[in-house]
């Protein structure tokens, strides 16, 4: 791997440098530049198949196939995006985001980690795999899928699935979004959290009233949206929506014991939370439990009334919530978005009014079950790999896996290297070099070993 | 009274005319001609001790004193402004606010209910009064004391009563600055609520944490914030600060009498109430008792995190609520203000910091005895003017009533005759005539019935 390793670097410089912000239309030209620099760069590796797919809505995505030397080898789909985060602030950045620098063992750069480093590792594997091999055919058919939309939320996606099914077909998709636990405690992803979103709007009159002239009298809804919040958890940190956990499933022991086993250490978990004072949350879980595999309702917003210098006793007319749920399998978001119109109804006092409006793309939960045979095998690669023992994770975040598993319906695993402090969606975003190295490693086994255990 | 009325007209014209509008200062140039003005006037119309203290730090005020015939007559002290609230949106006044038009019994302009028609009022009463008795002194000795900062929630007047304690001494204090409860149920305003106002800031971390992220491990001050709104509440509508009722005075059967006698149609009361669909309120008493004479905590404002459109699934940073609390003799502010520090340092989770900021000008809240003979007197001369019963009342909002009786040192009541529907701070303000007309017969007739009364 070392020997591939500078061309490695100078390849993700070249595609980092193309600033493919796909959330800002003026950079809508620099993602299709990215498509087909990506494109470039398969064909140059070997690729036999390889399409840019820009005849819209989507934005261009990228899709490629090396078809393994055995037509019964079974057939992976790589799924990952070359789309990017903005760079804003940008005058926080002490490199320029779109010229990759190198310090050390880090590659600094947006996009570096999330998500164009960890598709550079792919291509570094499939040659890795080639050449430990001596052939030009891979071991299992490898079909690669890199959508442009993945940091808009994926809007086109589906379309993008049901437009090609023919060459998305496959035994099983490896995800390759996540990053591991840590640098000194790798991991195998096995999931991410859905999420639905809602905004509440409560509304008394038609305008603001003075309090000194109603003030006790009449409802008011920045009061009525305190205690809706308030009833959305009972005391033990549970979510009070109906039939919420009913249909939650428990991780496994083996998973429990492993997150028990990962290295936790307080301060960090709080610095990286935004500089959070204290660990809170549902009664009878760890933290990395109750943010991988336990459902939450966070208020991301409330507004109401006045907020400007000094006061303005007033009863205001209206109070806006923006909650959003992350959901755990097997929630079903529409479930959950009734619930909550409920519970709104349940807890909107007379004489105001509610209404629940849909807010953001919601995603369904996914996780795959640990003990299919691939989730073995990438334990089996990663411990290679990174010559460490191996554990279970998830992330609390939310992706497209479960869209991905439900319209092409085969398992979805994770296959990931990145760092969570890789500062992904901020300035100075960095990848850790050896850890893509280590991943397109893992990757290159991995194609080896697929073909005896999934079909 | 009706011979005077025409000049009363002219002469309020060219009051309103000057747009003293005291909180913006690009009008403080007209608040010292307003003053002047009313000094003219008074000079004009006989009043032997006529000063404007303008100074500073306070906007222009006018003095004037009338000392009655006999020695021992009592010194009554008439209080009122003559700043005038801003006119935005200048575009929703069917007449120019500074050029008074009259239509039919009404005279709109901004001051010509708030409170300079109140304040002729006074000088035509001193008229009338005169020509009554056919003397040039008044039955008793009249002071008028009209500050220009009123409006702004008088920041200077403490120092102007200190400043003038001589010439403010008086046996009772006239407030001019009220409405009756209505034109068809004329009242004697007998108290004002006070206001304490506070702004809660909650702070979690230093920065919002993405919720795929932390969400669900750390403590959101959004919803922290809810719970504290939620509990300042029980399930009867009363406020839980810590003996927040301890000093509450209750109303007398002869005031609770009185306020179910009056007329009460709910739908206007809602549509006066910014729309408001329901009413609502502490249990046990009835909407004009919440509004007069209970206390009340209302949240004037509530702001944390995303507000924009589509979803930002964050936990926010940190939460606002704007607070103010209504209350009644004889709540003393600093007590609230000290419970409400201990309330939120009780809410207030692990990981949250917590402030308790002061916002705006506080008020303590004002009743006077209705057993005090000036109160009977009151009645009395309304009863004579209005020819019609007349009743108790109060108000919901908050003034300086409590500082002049503090200061001053004696009992202040109110004499007020304008309507709650005169839209003062509002566009479209008015007076109706006629009120004001009657309003002056019960001041003419007051001057002649005091000197048996008070002393
Ligand atoms: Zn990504
Ligand atoms: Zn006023």
Not at 126 to 131: C, D, I, N, Q, T
Not at 146 to 166: F, K, N, Q, T, Y
Not at 433 to 452: H, K, T
Request: charged share 20%; with cysteine.
């Amino acid at each position: 791997m070392a020997a591939l390793a500078d061309d490695f670097v100078a390849d993700l410089r070249e595609w980092i440098a193309i600033p493919s912000i796909g959330a800002d239309p003026a950079h809508h030209g620099d993602v299709g530049r990215s498509a087909h620099w990506l494109a470039d760069a398969l064909r140059r590796d070997g690729w036999p198949d390889v399409r840019v797919w820009d005849t819209g809505p989507a934005l261009p995505a990228v899709y490629a196939c090396w078809p393994a030397a055995d037509p019964d080898a079974p057939t992976v789909l790589v799924y990952g995006h070359h789309d990017v985060q903005p760079v804003d602030p940008v005058e926080q950045w002490d490199h320029p985001p779109f010229e990759a620098t190198v310090v050390g063992e880090e590659l600094f750069g947006r996009g570096a980690s999330d998500d164009k480093g960890q598709v550079a590792m792919h291509l570094l594997a499939v040659k890795a795999h080639l050449a430990a091999l001596g052939t030009d055919r891979p071991s299992v058919t490898l079909k690669l899928f890199v959508e442009g939309e993945e940091e808009s939320g994926s809007p086109h996606l589906l379309r993008l699935i049901d437009d090609h099914r023919a060459e998305l077909a496959c035994d099983l998709v490896v995800f390759t979004d996540t990053p591991v636990y840590a640098r000194d405690a790798p991991t195998i992803c096995t999931g991410q959290r859905g999420v639905y979103g809602a905004e509440i709007v409560l509304t008394g009159g038609t305008s603001d009233v003075h309090s000194g002239r109603a003030g006790g009298s009449v409802p008011n809804p920045a009061t009525a949206a305190a205690r809706l919040v308030a009833a959305l958890h009972d005391d033990k940190g549970r979510v009070t929506l109906r039939d919420f956990y009913a249909d939650v499933v428990e991780p496994t022991d083996a998973e429990r014991a492993d997150y028990a086993a990962l290295p936790f250490d307080e301060a960090t978990w709080l610095a990286n939370s935004g500089g959070a004072q204290a660990l809170t949350g549902e009664e009878g879980w760890s933290t990395l439990e109750r943010v991988w595999v336990r459902p939450t309702a966070e208020v991301n917003g409330i507004h109401s009334g006045y907020g400007g210098p000094g006061l303005k006793t007033i009863v205001p007319a209206e109070a806006r919530i923006k909650l959003s749920f992350r959901l755990v399998p097997d929630q079903d978001p529409d479930q959950v978005a009734r619930a909550l119109r409920d519970f709104v109804a349940e807890h909107t006092p007379a004489g105001l009014h509610a209404e629940v409006l849909p807010a953001g793309d919601g995603a369904p939960p996914y996780a795959v079950d640990v003990t299919h045979p691939a989730v073995g095998a990438l334990r089996e690669v990663f411990e290679a790999a990174f010559e460490q023992p191996v554990r279970y994770s998830r992330t609390g975040g939310s992706g497209p896996a479960a869209l991905l598993h439900q319209r092409i319906g085969v398992p979805v695993v994770y296959l990931g290297a990145t760092l969570p402090d890789d500062r992904i969606h901020a300035p100075n975003e960095r990848v850790v070099v050896p850890q893509l190295l280590r991943g397109a490693e893992a990757a290159a086994r991995l194609w080896r070993l697929l073909p005896g255990r999934v079909s």
